[in-house]
């Protein structure tokens, strides 16, 4: 579909959507619900003891993306003419679940260095810059990624070597990390504001009521 195809049904659908809803006039005051807690994964620790008898490396570690969360805007409730958000709502995460195989250290005292391989970081998004340990398998990556349900699609891959205790580096594996954003048509211009909704299904209303009335006086008598 052309650009400009794209932003005449990006916009019909506002208009549609805008003539199907309440006609409400909300207030803009939006609540917190909660204080956001962000945990930073845990810095891997060298052994002494381990790095004086072990040379070994580990396995290719094993890398899945399990989830990928972004930023989004606050909640509507057209019934109670209210909106809801909690200060998590800008933040974007995304979770690595890895394990890998030493011949020494146990797999959850293994550490795993992470680096971009290729591709381009969301903005605000930094990697450890050392290695870190997984929590229950599991590493957290988080960024601000904006309170808005209108957003960029990312695409990177990432480079992830395990580690053991005495420091050996094992071999790099690679995991690709995508998300399409807001997706569809997101080339038109950005969702309307609840002012903007409210005054189009007005127009639309009233627009809608005219044309009744002079269809009304052009009417046949007696028909």
């Not at 030493?102 to 591709?119: H, N, R, V």
């Not at 480079?159 to 995508?178: M, Q, S």
Request: hydrophobic share 35%; net charge neutral; aromatic share 4%.
């Amino acid at each position: 579909m052309s650009k400009a195809g794209c932003l005449a049904n990006a916009w019909l659908r506002r208009l549609a959507f805008a003539a199907s809803v309440p006609v409400l006039v909300c207030g803009s005051n939006v609540p917190l619900a909660h204080a956001c807690k962000q945990v930073a994964p845990t810095p891997h620790t060298l052994d002494p003891a381990a790095q004086a008898t072990d040379s070994t490396a580990p396995g290719i570690p094993t890398v899945t993306v399990t989830f990928v969360r972004r930023g989004k805007g606050p909640e509507t409730n057209y019934s109670s003419c209210s909106q809801s958000a909690s200060s998590c709502d800008d933040l974007g995460s995304i979770a690595l679940q890895l394990s890998a195989q030493d011949d020494q250290t146990p797999t959850d005292k293994l550490g795993y260095q992470i680096e971009l391989a290729a591709g381009q970081l969301p903005s605000g998004m930094t990697l450890p810059p050392t290695p870190v340990r997984t929590m229950g398998g599991t590493i957290p990556l988080s960024w601000n990624d904006g309170a808005s349900d209108d957003q960029e699609s990312i695409s990177f891959s990432l480079e992830v070597r395990a580690v053991d205790l005495a420091g050996n580096f094992g071999p790099a594996t690679t995991v690709e990390v995508h998300d399409g954003g807001s997706g569809g048509c997101s080339v038109g211009p950005r969702p309307l504001s609840a002012w903007s909704t409210t005054t189009l299904a007005i127009w639309l209303f009233a627009r809608l009521l005219r044309g009744r009335r002079r269809a009304g006086r052009k009417a046949p008598e007696g028909a």
